[in-house]
T-cell receptor, first 112, second 112 residues
C-alpha cells in the first residue's frame, strides 16, 4: 500500500514540553509539507521541503522546527515557543512536476 | 495567508439536489485545485483546473474558472449523503515552491 502515514493520531502535551509529530511516505515523492488546521478553518503552511536536507519556512513557522534527513520522512517538532499549539496537523507530499498534494490522516495535538 | 475564500461557509441540501460552492482568490494563479475533507481526516484531491481552462468535469463534479473575476465554482450534481464533507479550494503560489494557499472551506451537509 502506497501512502502517507502520520503518527500518533492523537497527542497530548503538557505546556512547556516539546513534541515531535511523525510523517512518513512511501510514494517516492520529493516534496513534503506540514500544515496546521484550526477548527472551522483552512490549512496554513508551517514548513515545506522540496528535497532531502533542504526545507523552507511557510507562513506560520514560528515555534516549529523540521528536519529532512531522508526522502521518506519529514518530522515536525512543536516547541514550547509555540504559543497556541492545540490544532490538527496535516502532512502532505507531492511528486516532482505534479501540482496535486497527497495528504496523511493527520495528528490532533492537544496541550493540557 | 489565505488567498481563497469560499462561499457559502456552510451548505445544507437534500440528497439528489445539486451543490454549488464558490471560491474567490486575490492574485494570479497557474492552477486552482479543489480538495475534500471528511471530518477529522486528511484532505483528498478532487480536481485541478489550469488558468487557461474555463471548465472541467470529473464524474459528478464540474469546476469552472473565471480568471477575470478571480473566482471558481465547484458543482456536485445529484448529491449523496456520502458527499457530506468540507470542500476547500487551493491556489498555487506562482513560484517554484509549488506551495498551495487554501481557502477557509465550505462545509456541506447532504441530508438523506
Amino acid at each position: 500500500d502506497g501512502g502517507i502515514t502520520q503518527s500518533p493520531k492523537y497527542l497530548f502535551r503538557k505546556e512547556g514540553q516539546n513534541v515531535t509529530l511523525s510523517c512518513e511516505q512511501n510514494l517516492n515523492h520529493d516534496a513534503m509539507y506540514w500544515y496546521r488546521q484550526d477548527p472551522g478553518q483552512g490549512l496554513r503552511l508551517i514548513y515545506y521541503s522540496q528535497i532531502v536536507n533542504d526545507f523552507q519556512k511557510g507562513d506560520i513557522a514560528e515555534g516549529y522546527s523540521v528536519s529532512r534527513e531522508k526522502k521518506e520522512s519529514f518530522p515536525l517538532t512543536v516547541t514550547s515557543a509555540q504559543k497556541n499549539p492545540t490544532a490538527f496537523y496535516l502532512c502532505a507530499s507531492r511528486e516532482r512536476g505534479a501540482d496535486e498534494q497527497f495528504f496523511g490522516p493527520g495528528t490532533r495535538l492537544t496541550v493540557l | 495567508s489565505q488567498q481563497g475564500e469560499e462561499d457559502p461557509q456552510a451548505l445544507s441540501i437534500q440528497e439528489g439536489e445539486n451543490a454549488t460552492m464558490n471560491c474567490s482568490y486575490k492574485t494570479s494563479i497557474n492552477n486552482l485545485q479543489w480538495y475534500r475533507q471528511n471530518s477529522g481526516r486528511g484532505l483528498v484531491h478532487l480536481i485541478l483546473i489550469r488558468s487557461n481552462e474555463r471548465e472541467k468535469h470529473s464524474g459528478r463534479l464540474r469546476v469552472t474558472l473565471d480568471t477575470s473575476k478571480k473566482s471558481s465554482s465547484l458543482l456536485i450534481t445529484a448529491s449523496r449523503a456520502a458527499d457530506t464533507a468540507s470542500y476547500f479550494c487551493a491556489t498555487d503560489a506562482m513560484d517554484s515552491s509549488y506551495k498551495l494557499i487554501f481557502g477557509s472551506g465550505t462545509r456541506l451537509l447532504v441530508r438523506p
